[in-house]
């Protein structure tokens, strides 16, 4: 049995917080029995994350793929190593949540297109730090106030509230999954 949650403070601990679509087609937070079996992946959470994800990053991807010609990790390594004036390869695997391995190809076909180099940290000679050169500055710099843009216009359609409420339930769940930024 499912149990409208709107306007109900009261669940037991063994209840599941889960949100589905009633039949008009909007969201309702729902709580249902943990004896009751199934699952619809429409209205499960993390699937919803992960598609959105997915949307927003392929949305994104038009820009640095059509007029940059990087993929998705390319551009992660770019995004994370021109933000951070350089930074190890681990560095941006932790961040971005990659494999290694897919950081260091992205880093490898960067490196061959002459967009970032390797250099020796000057914190500590054994670590080889990723850093942008001048023509990955350049492109750097050409891409930010576009990416930023795209941001701008994805944005747009929530308000100032759902806004405010969207990104601190981001936080949250970043907070509770111990994903938080540097």
Not at 40 to 48: H, I, K, N, S, T
Not at 108 to 129: W, Y
């Amino acid at each position: 049995m499912l149990l409208h949650v709107l306007g109900q403070s009261e669940y037991s601990h063994n209840d599941t917080i889960s949100c589905d679509r009633n039949y008009f087609g909007a969201r309702a937070m729902t709580v249902r029995a943990a004896n009751e079996l199934g699952l619809e992946l429409a209205g499960f959470v993390p699937y919803r994350l992960n598609r959105l994800a997915v949307g927003v990053s392929n949305h994104l991807s038009d820009i640095y793929r059509e007029r940059f010609g990087l993929d998705i990790p390319e551009w992660r390594v770019m995004a994370t190593v021109g933000s951070q004036h350089g930074c190890t390869a681990q560095h941006i695997a932790e961040s971005t949540r990659m494999h290694k391995t897919r950081v260091s190809r992205a880093i490898a076909h960067l490196e061959e297109r002459d967009l970032v180099e390797r250099a020796s940290s000057a914190a500590d000679r054994r670590e080889r730090e990723v850093r942008l050169t001048k023509a990955g500055r350049r492109m750097y710099a050409e891409l930010v106030p576009l990416v930023l843009e795209r941001e701008r216009q994805l944005l747009a359609c929530l308000t100032r509230e759902q806004l405010r409420g969207f990104l601190l339930g981001m936080e949250a769940l970043e907070s509770f999954l111990g994903l938080q930024q540097d």
